[in-house]
């Protein structure tokens, strides 16, 4: 197993934890706000959708691709989604504009619920890389225990 | 293999004493039976070589050369008709002794810390893509040790050196989905699990092979 400056296994398999994790967060929170009309920031709540990138060592600089350049996962941001507000017409509401018209959240949850489950079957398989990775050191150290 | 010297003893003891050589020749057909001994007495020597320069080479055996000049053939001739014996004149006498070098052969321990490290590597290499399954444009990465397998597997004659990196590279001929990423989580995960048996596999005959070392090195 490689310990020092390059990034284990485990480490990779737990970035990837962290990202799927962060993921089911910003499904969960567009989830509960599937209906504000009304932010601190003024306007009705705008579906956040997260963003990952394949991380590489850039330390070890851009030389060949080899095994010990692998970062992981990293979260970029959590950005706004500009796609378009619906608008329902609802003139008793209290955010409804001189139209009667009121912007509701872009959020739309069968997506939302496919980001979840996908999140959670990722999260799934990153915790079974890692449960690998920590048997696979197991029985290297059982090497030195001479029972093998 | 010195000795001392041993008392003659033949049918009619005469008691001269004589220096015999201990191991069997080509003519033992002695009768008596006095194990032959020969004693080395590191006496001499006019060529000015060191009677007992041990020379290493290389080699599998422990030979040990004996070179003495018989001395006159006046051996006993009252009892030891057949096998007169022989008296070395101990004057150049030198033993080489060929010592094989003390290293272990490789064998299959090199090739087994390379297939483990190749698997440790091929391991590293799937957590990257499971971790990424749901990054957009993300090819999925492969590891390829088939050269270097080979090379290391046709036992040439410095497969104990610089081990050589595995090659990490993007896969080709896997299906890409919308948002640009061609991770199959399926795929990943039946990889994890048969890379995770070959390095148990491993593990297990090293283990093995490392037993077999230590009870043939503690006697137990």
Known sequence: MQVGRNLSASEIS????AAERQRMEVAANNIANANSTRTPQGGPYQRQQIVFSAAYDAA??????GASRLGGVKVVGIQEDPSEMPQVYQPGHPDAD???????????????????????????????ALRTCRD????????????? | MFLSTARHQGS???GRIVTHRRWRSSRSTHRSSIPFEARLVAKNTSAGRDPTSITERSGNSLQLELDGTPADRAGCRHCCQREPARKFALKDLTVKAEISDMTVKPCQLDLLQQLLRFSEVRHRVISQNVANVNTPGYRRLDVSFDDTLKRVLAGDSDS???PSTPEVREAEGFAVRADGNNVDIDREMGELNRNALLFQTYAQVLASRLGTMRSAITGR
Not at chain 1, 14 to 17: N, P, Q
Not at chain 1, 98 to 119: I, Q, R
Not at chain 1, 136 to 148: V, Y
């Open chain 1, 60 to 65: 070890l600089g851009t030389g060949t691709r």
């Open chain 2, 12 to 14: 009619k003891p005469c």
């Open chain 2, 160 to 162: 104990g050196s610089a």
């Open chain 1, 14 to 17: 737990a970035s990837g934890l």
């Open chain 1, 136 to 148: 696979m050191t197991e029985q290297t150290l059982s090497l030195l225990r001479g029972t093998g």
């Open chain 1, 98 to 128: 001189a139209n009667g018209m009121v912007t509701m959240p872009n959020v739309k949850l069968p997506s939302e619920m496919v980001d979840l489950v996908t999140a959670s079957r990722a999260y799934e398989a990153n915790l079974r």
